[in-house]
C-alpha cells in the first residue's frame, strides 16, 4: 500500500475544472510533484515544487499544499488532459520515495 | 534535447539476474541524481532505487533492497541497474528518469525526464 493517498478516478466536464489530491504526513515536511501518463506512454512531470511547471506544460495546470495534501488543479480540462495522474514524494520515514497509487482523470 | 534509453530487459526464470541499461545523452549527465521507477502490468508507477551525482547517497525501495544494486558511469553517461534473486512481481516495464537535483538525500524527487522503459518479464 501507499504511504500517498490518491482518490482512483475522478471525472471533469470538458472546460471545467478538477481537482485531484494526494494525501500523507510527509506532504507536511516535503512538496510532492505530479506526473501525467497517458496509455502506452512515459510519465511527463506536470508539477513540481510549490506551484511551478516545466516548459511546455499549459498553464491550465496548478498545485498547491496545505497540510497534509498536496493537489493538482486542472483548470478548463481538455480532452487531452485525459490521463492516469500521480503524486510523489517521501514516505514517512524519509528515506525512502513513494508515488500515490494514482488518479484516473475522465473528461467528459 | 534530453534523451534517456533503456536497454537490458528481458524474459527471465525466476531467481535469474538480469542486468539493465540507461544511456542518457542531451544534459551533463554528472550534475544529476538518477533514478529507476517501475510499473507492473497494468498498475501504478513503483520507485524503485535513486543515486546521487556521484553515488555517494544511493536509496532503495524495501521490495528490491539487498537483490538489486544500482550503479553508474559518468565518464559514459549511463545508468545501470543489476538485478539478482528476481522474482514473478519483478515483472514490470522499468523506467529511467532524471531527476532536477544533484543529490537524494532528503529530497522530495522531481523527475524531469523520462526514458520510455524496458519490460523485464520474470516468469518460467
Known amino acids: 500500500s501507499s504511504e500517498l493517498t490518491q482518490d482512483p478516478a475522478v471525472s471533469v466536464a470538458l472546460g471545467q475544472t478538477v481537482r485531484i489530491t494526494c494525501q500523507g504526513d510527509?506532504?507536511?515536511?516535503?512538496?510532492g510533484s505530479w506526473y501525467q501518463q497517458k496509455p502506452g506512454q512515459a510519465p511527463v512531470l506536470v508539477i513540481y515544487?510549490?506551484?511551478s511547471r516545466p516548459s511546455g506544460i499549459p498553464d491550465r495546470f496548478s498545485g498547491s499544499s496545505s497540510g497534509n495534501t498536496a493537489s493538482l488543479t486542472i483548470t478548463g480540462a481538455q480532452a487531452e488532459d485525459e490521463a492516469d495522474y500521480y503524486c510523489?514524494?517521501?514516505?514517512?520515514?524519509?528515506?525512502?520515495?513513494?508515488f500515490g497509487g494514482g488518479t484516473t482523470v475522465t473528461v467528459l | 534535447e534530453v534523451q534517456l534509453v533503456e536497454s537490458g530487459g528481458g524474459l527471465v526464470q525466476p531467481g535469474g539476474s538480469l542486468r539493465l541499461s540507461c544511456a542518457a545523452s542531451?544534459?551533463?549527465?554528472?550534475?544529476?541524481?538518477m533514478h529507476w521507477v517501475r510499473q507492473s502490468p497494468g498498475k501504478g508507477l513503483e520507485w524503485v532505487s535513486s543515486i546521487s551525482w556521484n553515488s555517494g547517497n544511493i536509496e532503495y525501495a524495501d521490495s528490491v533492497k539487498g537483490r538489486f544494486t544500482i550503479s553508474r558511469d559518468n565518464a559514459k553517461n549511463s545508468l545501470f541497474m543489476q538485478m539478482h534473486s528476481l522474482r514473478a512481481e519483478d515483472t514490470a516495464l522499468y523506467y529511467c528518469a532524471k531527476d532536477t537535483g544533484i543529490s537524494v538525500a532528503g529530497t522530495r524527487g522531481t523527475l524531469d525526464y523520462w526514458g520510455q522503459g524496458t519490460l523485464v518479464t520474470v516468469s518460467s
Open positions: 510523489l514524494s517521501r514516505d514517512s520515514s524519509g528515506y525512502h520515495y513513494v
Open positions: 542531451g544534459f551533463t549527465f554528472d550534475d544529476y541524481a
Open positions: 510527509s506532504l507536511r515536511s516535503y512538496y
Open positions: 515544487g510549490k506551484n
